[in-house]
């Protein structure tokens, strides 16, 4: 009986020491660092650097729906929003997927909180929450491209009114 705790705690020790395989993939912390990049390149209003990973042919469907293809109209776009009905907004991001379906392609969804909008509220037809936020959930597949992640897919939804979220602070 003795032995048998013994192993059984230096199993959980083992278990719960050894880094997780997320953290040892360099695929896995090159996205996890596109996407705080995303979130720090949003909160400084910087549309170039949160465009930087976007791919050439991307495609991307924003809160309103409208769609766009390439990296130049995401890059503008977003000049566009960070000048305008976003300047000055704080982005927080949660990851609630993050799977590989192969070695050159992932699949990120995260909920986003964006706050701080202007003392005119939010831009119209966007709902947010009691204390101000806008929830969205971002959609986002990155392939490896030449050695580099990149967005190849960005499809961002708001959520509506009766949509259940995770409570965030």
Do not use: C
């Not at 910087?46 to 809160?63: L, M, P, R, V, W």
């Not at 701080?116 to 037809?125: I, L, M, T, V, Y």
Request: aromatic share 10%.
């Amino acid at each position: 009986m003795k032995h048998l705790l013994i192993i059984t705690v230096t199993s959980l020790v083992m278990l719960f020491a050894t880094p997780t395989k997320a953290q040892q993939n360099p695929d896995s912390l090159a996205i996890q660092t596109i996407l705080q990049e995303e979130v720090s390149s949003w909160n400084g209003g910087d549309a170039q650097t949160y465009s930087k990973h976007f791919a050439e042919n991307g495609t991307f469907t924003n809160i309103r729906g409208m769609f766009f293809t390439g990296h130049q109209q995401f890059l503008e776009r977003h000049v566009e929003i960070f000048k305008g009905m976003f300047a000055k907004t704080v982005l927080q991001q949660d990851v609630v997927s993050f799977r590989f379906l192969s070695k050159d392609v992932a699949i990120v969804e995260t909920l986003t909180w964006i706050t701080g909008f202007s003392k005119n509220g939010s831009p119209k037809a966007i709902h947010v929450d009691s204390k101000g936020r806008l929830h969205t959930r971002l959609l986002q597949v990155l392939q490896k491209q030449a050695g580099d992640w990149k967005i190849v897919v960005y499809h961002n939804v708001d959520l509506k009114p009766d949509t259940p979220v995770p409570a965030h602070q």
